[in-house]
């Protein structure tokens, strides 16, 4: 069972993490979303923490 961890290591994606996107997309979209569901949650991700640590750009009144 060392997959989601071989998979979360390169992705920065922590294991349980790794295993509950598996079985979601599993659920989802049968084989086809096993396979896709690492590559969607690392692009959520990805998308997250350049949402979260991009500068404001409103000023302040």
């Given at each position: 069972?060392?997959?989601p961890y071989?998979?979360?290591?390169g992705l920065d994606l922590h294991p349980l993490l790794a295993i509950f996107a598996i079985l979601v997309g599993g659920e989802v979209a049968g084989v086809t979303g096993i396979y896709l569901s690492i590559p969607v949650v690392a692009a959520?991700?990805?998308?997250?923490?350049?949402?979260?640590?991009r500068p404001s750009t409103r000023k302040a009144a």
């Open positions: 069972m060392n997959t071989v998979m979360g290591e959520l991700r990805i998308l997250w923490l350049n949402w979260t640590r």
